[in-house]
């Protein structure tokens, strides 16, 4: 049972921005970074944000993060087709002693 | 560039352990101080962390649920680095990922993963 909490799901239409919540604690979320992690099926994941709002240089300015108090957020702007996958928000836990993830939500492109 | 491949096999039985390798290529381990660990996805499910360790070895990190029955261990000679659970049973059947960390903290996530391998646990 992950610590993170996650809506099961999410859809948009194409050029619609949607936003996905990561529901935490303060031995997490509260505490600690936020990684966003996109997982499409068959493939690995990939790391999307880093330090709550940061994005790696070969990801899509479509994406953005944030963050306050226990919840973080994933941002998708102008929405494709190819943003159908699996994502994962992540954080560090101080109680766990661990790296734990979120419980996942599934975008779905209509 | 460095890339990740995980190599074992693909089935185990009930009671017995799994062990799987994780290949560097591209560079070599000792480049910089990074977690080194596995991620795991069983049918359905979503993504889990097992373990991790630092590059020299000295310090392991485990998913508390999991750390009775896991080792994670570095040759950096080799340029590998190992995952074995023990005592496994079908919920252990997953697609497992090898990953290294952005930093020398565990909490900077994984910007680097390998392709995934199954491991189904069947008799």
């Known amino acids: 049972q992950s610590l993170l909490t996650q809506p099961p799901s999410v859809s948009g239409v194409p050029g619609q921005r949607v936003t996905i919540s990561c529901s935490g604690s303060?031995?997490?979320?509260?505490?600690?970074?936020v990684n966003w992690y996109q997982h499409v099926p068959g493939k690995s994941p990939k790391l999307l944000i880093i330090y709550d709002d940061v994005l790696p240089s070969d990801v899509s300015d479509r994406f953005s993060g944030s963050k306050s108090g226990t919840s973080a957020a994933l941002a998708i702007s102008g929405l494709q087709s190819e943003d159908e996958a699996e994502y994962y928000c992540?954080?560090?836990?101080?109680?766990?002693?661990?790296?734990?993830f979120g419980t996942g939500t599934k975008v779905t492109v209509l | 560039q460095l890339q990740l491949h995980e190599s074992g096999p693909g089935r185990v039985k009930p009671s017995g352990s799994l062990s799987l390798s994780c290949t560097v290529s591209?560079?070599?381990?000792?480049?910089?101080?990074?977690?080194w660990g596995w991620v795991r996805q069983p049918p359905g499910k979503g993504l889990e962390w097992i373990g991790s360790?630092?590059?020299?070895?000295?310090?392991?990190l485990f998913n508390p649920s999991l750390k009775s029955r896991v080792t994670i261990s570095v040759d950096t000679a080799k340029n590998q680095f190992y995952l074995t659970l023990r005592s496994v049973s079908a919920a252990d059947t997953a697609v497992y990922y090898c990953g290294k960390t952005v930093t020398g903290t565990l909490g900077d996530g994984f910007d680097l993963w390998g392709q995934g391998t199954v491991v189904t646990v069947s008799s």
């Open positions: 360790i630092i590059s020299d070895g000295v310090n392991s």
């Open positions: 992540a954080s560090w836990d101080d109680s766990l002693y661990g790296y734990v």
């Open positions: 591209g560079g070599s381990m000792n480049s910089g101080r990074y977690y």
């Open positions: 303060d031995s997490n979320v509260g505490s600690s970074a």
